[in-house]
């Protein structure tokens, strides 16, 4: 006789939650970075197990706690509307709450703070790929824990549990700064190492070291810090701070949008209607101060065998390297864009037909001679060696328009396609070989 499990019931529930996990797409990721992430995840169990143990817990202390839950509950929903971005690090103020509760309670709050509202929020706003979630409620965990546990180990006398005032006032509130910190050193550096595992070739300066992210970090830290002074001095007081976290928190997710909105998903660099946007106005600009411009446009030879052969994953991993070796050999310089499926281009503001080909010929000997391995997924250990044919057309009185000068580029990459392949070819009016 088969005993069925009744639908909904506790042991369907938790049968239900094993087969999830073992689908998770961590387990198809390359064996260092799975390990990595599963030992993070254990390690922050296990110390909010034993911090849960060893708590002493008050009513105080447990309200003051399910308070600034609610007030993070308040902000999740308040901006439920708004489209979470993709693809990067996202900054959703949450932290604000996070460091609140490490300062004003014991480390304990802290470890567990992240489950209650990260599982609220997965609950209301959209699903995401859950390894990359808890994984991410883990590097939260520890390092709020350890800020908590930081803050606490100073002596009364310099901080202690009240800002007090004054001279102490002021050592409270830069010990509370350096803890919020500390827990971003934390937090970011376990998240880096999940990131450079699972991609070696992530440009990690363009998620953290931006200017854009270097700001909305101090900002968001200095939030954090006075909810932490006003919820020590009263808990009742974080009334009057949520509206101006919550708006904040609205326009950080909605600049993040329309940041996200100007790249290509895949590559991160600019997508095509947001290149042709931006060349224009510099194409324009060109013309009037009658200064020289230059458009290379590369195209991946045989690119569709990648995804033949390795699948469109592979493909996109393929893509994302060229693209970092594009950025790579332009060093900051020009606007570059995918403007096709496996064709990218770059305008080239003051540079002429000679400069313009000898980036041209780096970047064509770059990518022939660096062999592109694939790093996870199911073709991991794949390797693609591939070559790019290029196009260079340059601005001159025939070419009045934007359309011209990219119409131009293509000619001259048909030609380097129709006569082999792996070479660049330029245009009329470009530097020709000597």
């Not at 490490?102 to 489950?115: D, E, F, N, Q, S």
């Not at 194409?283 to 101060?289: L, T």
């Amino acid at each position: 006789m088969i005993a069925l499990r009744p639908r909904g019931s506790p042991a369907s529930v938790i049968w239900t939650g094993i087969t999830s996990i073992r689908k998770w797409q961590v387990w198809t990721l390359r064996i260092q970075s799975s390990v990595y992430i599963v030992s993070v995840v254990i390690a922050a169990a296990i110390v909010a197990a034993i911090a849960v143990a060893r708590a002493n817990w008050t009513a105080v202390d447990v309200g003051t706690y399910l308070a600034l839950l609610g007030c993070g509950v308040v902000a999740i929903e308040a901006t439920r509307t708004v489209r979470e971005p993709t693809g990067g690090v996202a900054r959703d103020l949450q932290t604000v709450w996070y460091l609140a509760i490490a300062i004003t309670l014991p480390p304990v709050y802290a470890l567990l703070a992240p489950i209650p509202l990260t599982a609220y929020r997965l609950l209301r706003v959209r699903r995401v790929l859950m390894h990359r979630r808890v994984f991410s409620n883990a590097t939260i965990s520890l390092a709020y824990g350890g800020a908590s546990a930081a803050f606490h180990l100073v002596p009364a006398s310099f901080a202690g549990t009240m800002p007090g005032s004054g001279v102490h006032a002021i050592t409270w509130t830069g010990l509370a700064a350096c803890c919020g910190a500390l827990a971003w050193i934390i937090n970011n550096g376990l998240l880096l190492g999940g990131i450079v595992l699972s991609d070696p070739r992530a440009r990690v300066r363009d998620l953290f070291g931006n200017r854009e992210a270097i700001v909305s970090d101090l900002i968001e830290l200095t939030l954090a810090v006075s909810l932490a002074l006003v919820v020590a001095i009263n808990p009742l007081l974080m009334a009057l701070a949520l509206p101006s976290i919550v708006l904040y928190r609205r326009h950080l997710m909605q600049a993040q949008l329309v940041a996200q909105a100007r790249l290509d998903p895949k590559t991160g660099m600019l997508n095509a209607e947001t290149w042709r946007r931006e060349a224009e106005v510099e194409f324009v600009r060109a013309v009037r101060g009658r200064s020289p411009l230059a458009l290379i446009v590369v195209d991946i030879d045989h690119f569709s065998s990648v995804n033949e052969t390795a699948g469109r994953l592979a493909g996109d991993q393929v893509l994302r390297c060229i693209a970092g070796i594009l950025t790579d050999n332009l060093g900051g310089m020009g606007l570059a864009g995918r403007t096709g499926g496996e064709e990218f281009t770059i305008l080239l503001p003051h540079t002429g037909g000679a400069e313009a080909r000898r980036i041209g010929e780096r970047i064509r000997d770059h990518i022939a001679g660096e062999p592109i391995a694939i790093e996870d997924g199911s073709h991991a250990g794949f390797v693609f060696r591939l070559t790019v044919s290029i196009g260079i057309a340059v601005l001159d009185h025939s070419r009045r328009a934007l359309a011209e000068l990219i119409g131009a580029a293509d000619v001259a990459l048909s030609e380097a396609k129709a006569t082999g392949r792996n070479k660049v070819c330029v245009g009329p009016g470009a530097a020709q070989p000597g």
